[in-house]
C-alpha cells in the first residue's frame, strides 16, 4: 500500500488528515488522561516528550506504509480530538484492522462513527481490502456497540495479557466484509 498523497477524508464535522507534530499538545491532552487507556495495554503518557514520540513513530509508519492513521480533527474547534487507523495488513493486503480512540469529553456524539464510516469506505473503495477487522474490550460496551452499528459481526474472542502482567485484556474480535457493506449500498 501506499499512503502518497495522504488521503484526506472529510465529514459534516470532521476533517480526517495527516497526523503532524503541530498537533502534540490536542494529542498530549488525550494521551495523558486516565481514562483513555482503561480498555488498553497502554499508559498514559507523563510528559510531551512521550507525545513526541509517539507521534514520530506513526508518521515513520506512514512514511514506510506500514499503516496509514489520521488525527481527526474537530472542523468547529479546529482541535483534534482522536485517531483512527488501518494497520496490520495481512500478506496479501486483502484484509487489515482497525484502530481508533477519541478524547473521553468528545465521545457519545457520534464522532466516532462519522469518521469510521468515512475510514470504512476509504479501506473497501479505495485500498480495495476484502475486511476489515478490530478488537475491543469486552467491557468496552461504547466501542462494541459502535462496531456492532457499523455491522461490525463478532469473530472471536482473544485473552491479551498487559506487558506488565498485572491484567488480561478479554478481547473481542469483529470482523466486516466488504461484500456486507457493498450489499447495503
Known amino acids: 500500500m501506499k499512503f502518497d498523497p495522504f488521503p484526506v477524508l472529510e465529514t459534516e464535522r470532521l476533517i480526517l488528515r495527516k497526523m503532524s507534530r503541530d498537533d502534540r499538545d490536542d494529542f498530549f491532552a488525550m494521551r495523558s488522561d486516565k481514562r483513555m487507556h482503561v480498555y488498553t495495554d497502554t499508559m498514559p503518557d507523563h510528559d510531551i516528550s512521550e507525545t513526541d514520540e509517539y507521534l514520530a513513530k506513526m508518521l515513520r509508519g506512514v512514511d514506510e506504509n506500514r499503516w496509514i492513521i489520521w488525527a481527526i480533527q474537530h472542523r468547529a474547534s479546529a482541535r483534534v480530538i482522536g485517531s483512527v487507523g488501518i494497520w496490520n495488513f495481512n500478506e496479501t493486503q486483502t484484509m487489515a484492522e482497525l484502530s481508533y ?9 457520534g464522532y466516532m462513527g462519522e469518521a469510521l464510516t468515512q475510514v470504512i469506505e476509504y479501506a473497501f473503495g479505495t485500498l480495495n481490502l476484502a475486511s476489515l477487522e478490530a478488537y475491543t474490550e469486552q467491557e468496552n460496551a461504547s466501542s462494541r456497540k459502535l462496531l456492532q452499528h457499523l455491522q461490525f459481526i463478532e469473530a472471536g474472542k482473544v485473552d491479551d495479557r498487559s506487558e506488565d502482567g498485572t491484567r488480561v485484556y478479554q478481547m ?4 466486516l466484509d466488504r461484500q456486507t457493506v457493498f450489499m447495503e449500498k
Open 172 to 175: 473481542i474480535r469483529y470482523r
Open 101 to 109: 480512540g477519541i478524547a473521553p469529553e468528545f465521545q457519545g456524539r
